[in-house]
């Protein structure tokens, strides 16, 4: 495990995803109530940012062609994507968010 820190728990809001580039992987932090996700960022229909997508719930919903992802899980819930995103462990403590690479 390679656990990296990426933010301050203040910099990662509940109704926007935390873009992130860490080791050449473009990543997406979550906050859901008082639990952090970190996702793979790009959808894997076509190329789009999800951290610029649309956060419902426990979904974000891609900004391109609305394929749509359940964030604690990275399962794929609606087309046109048809594979689920790479998910990372994540902890916090004290005010620091780390991500395991």
């Given amino acids: 495990m390679a656990w990296k820190r990426v933010a301050s728990i203040a910099e990662v809001h509940p109704d926007s995803a935390l873009p992130l580039t860490i080791e050449g992987?473009?990543?997406?932090?979550y906050r859901l109530g008082d639990?952090?996700?970190a996702?793979?960022?790009?959808?894997p229909h076509a190329y789009a940012l999800l951290s610029g997508g649309f956060i419902e719930g426990d979904q974000i919903e891609c900004p391109l062609h609305a394929?749509?992802?359940h964030i604690p899980s990275g399962k794929c819930l609606a087309p046109p994507?048809?594979?689920?995103?790479?998910?990372?462990a994540v902890?916090?403590?004290g005010n620091d968010i780390y991500v395991d690479l």
């Avoid at 992987?25 to 932090?29: D, F, M, S, Y």
């Avoid at 994507?81 to 990372?88: E, G, M, S, V």
């Fill in 35 to 37: 639990n952090f996700y």
């Fill in 25 to 29: 992987k473009e990543l997406a932090l």
């Fill in 81 to 88: 994507a048809d594979q689920d995103l790479a998910t990372y």
């Fill in 39 to 43: 996702l793979e960022d790009v959808c």
């Fill in 91 to 93: 902890k916090a403590e």
């Fill in 67 to 69: 394929a749509r992802f």
